[in-house]
């Protein structure tokens, strides 16, 4: 790729640790946000990139009657199974990758932000000048994600451990950020550890 002159933020972290709020504090410093879970939910439309390959790995039933696939079905089967998830990760994070550095690259922002909380598993640290990690109390996440999208303890449990474990992620990040407070102290966090 080649790089473009923004500085590139990296903000990755576990369901309901709070990078969306952390990236949302960063746009109104006037950050550009790349949000690679929109991009994933995009390339695998019908028509789009990943569509047949998913469609190939996971059959039919996860299709919707639009034939369009369903994120919930498929969501039920790749968060219950990790090897099911490591499977889609490995079909969407290459797509993901080409459409984040096409936005940077085509992009006229001083900086840049790639929100992502599979941003260490897609291989994408490497394009960033800082990666930030988010974390929060296990319990205060399961509370957002439950309230977030409104589905039981029990799925959100099963959404965290999921992902990559808190401890193993601080060792890829170079600047954490601890979201189990006010939003003023998120603020005052995340402009210290974004350097501006």
């Known amino acids: 790729?080649?790089?473009?002159?923004?500085?590139?933020?990296?903000?990755?972290?576990?369901?309901?640790?709070?990078?969306?709020?952390?990236?949302?504090?960063?746009?109104?410093?006037?950050?550009?946000?790349?949000?690679?879970?929109?991009?994933?939910?995009?390339?695998?439309?019908?028509?789009?990139?990943?569509?047949?390959?998913?469609?190939?790995?996971?059959?039919?039933?996860?299709?919707?009657?639009?034939?369009?696939?369903?994120?919930?079905?498929?969501?039920?089967?790749?968060?219950?199974?990790?090897?099911?998830?490591?499977?889609?990760?490995?079909?969407?994070?290459?797509?993901?990758?080409?459409?984040?550095?096409?936005?940077i690259t085509e992009g006229n922002c001083g900086l840049v932000v790639i929100d992502a909380a599979a941003l260490i598993e897609a291989g994408m640290e490497d394009i960033c000048d800082v990666v930030i990690g988010v974390f929060a109390e296990k319990n205060l996440r399961l509370q957002r994600i439950m309230a977030r999208d409104d589905i039981s303890c029990e799925d959100a449990r099963r959404r965290i451990e999921s992902q990559m474990a808190d401890d193993v992620l601080r060792g890829y990040v170079d600047v954490t950020v601890e979201n189990n407070g006010s939003l003023a102290e998120l603020d005052e966090k995340v402009r210290r550890a974004a350097g501006i």
């Not at 994933?40 to 639009?66: C, T």
């Not at 696939?69 to 498929?74: D, Q, T």
């Not at 039920?76 to 994070?93: E, N, P, Q």
């Open 1 to 103: 790729m080649m790089r473009s002159r923004a500085r590139i933020i990296g903000v990755t972290g576990g369901s309901g640790a709070g990078k969306g709020e952390v990236c949302r504090i960063l746009a109104h410093r006037g950050a550009l946000i790349i949000d690679t879970d929109t991009i994933a939910h995009r390339v695998i439309l019908m028509d789009s990139p990943a569509y047949d390959e998913v469609l190939a790995a996971f059959g039919r039933k996860i299709l919707g009657d639009d034939g369009q696939i369903a994120r919930k079905k498929l969501g039920a089967i790749v968060f219950a199974d990790k090897a099911k998830l490591a499977v889609l990760s490995g079909i969407v994070h290459k797509y993901v990758r080409v459409e984040t550095e096409r936005i």
